[in-house]
């Protein structure tokens, strides 16, 4: 029986940050590798490598995802979205980035980028979100510099901005 070579390189085409990508990669090169090394895209950072810290938590087709743990071919034909794509003016924040500014969120900064990813999707699917729903929806991210508090607000502060936002634009 041939072995399987885990270095071939495989076509992958897919949407990120909304623009198209074609890209090649090896069998076992997984999303977090490819979105850092391959394609330089550094926010996104890797904590634990086992899915548990939630640091490299990006959106698949609109939900969150480890990206440590989903293999690279995974995406393909998929809309992948990173941190980088939170404001859609880089020279500006986003709201949810914003409040996170104004009330200290950020403390060492390493974990922000998967918080801010799943925040995100959070605000859009729950724009009411109390902090208690914030709470659990954090659940699966570490903070080690014990930020939660701060986090929490942020996340209801933005939570208020984007409503008042959505009122004066409808």
Do not use: W
């Not at 074609?22 to 926010?43: A, K, Q």
């Not at 404001?87 to 980028?113: D, K, V, W, Y």
């Not at 918080?115 to 659990?136: F, G, V």
């Amino acid at each position: 029986m041939p072995r399987m070579n885990a270095t071939r390189r495989h076509p992958v085409n897919f949407t990120l940050n909304g623009r198209a990508v074609s890209v090649e990669v090896e069998n076992r090169m997984l999303l977090s590798d490819l979105l850092r090394h391959e394609i330089g895209l550094t926010g996104t950072h890797v904590g634990c490598e086992h899915g548990v810290c939630g640091a490299c938590t990006v959106q698949i087709d609109g939900r969150p995802a480890r990206a440590c743990l989903t293999l690279a071919q995974q995406v393909r034909g998929s809309d992948v979205r990173t941190v980088e794509a939170l404001s859609p003016n880089p020279a500006e924040l986003s709201p949810l980035q914003a409040a996170f500014r104004r009330h200290h969120g950020l403390q060492c900064g390493f974990c922000t980028p998967g918080i801010l990813m799943s925040l995100d999707t959070l605000l859009r699917e729950t724009p009411d979100a109390d902090r208690d729903e914030i709470r659990e929806h954090l659940s699966g991210h570490l903070c080690r510099c014990t930020g939660y508090a701060s986090i929490i607000e942020a996340a209801l502060a933005a939570a208020d901005e984007l409503r008042k936002e959505e009122k004066t634009n409808a």
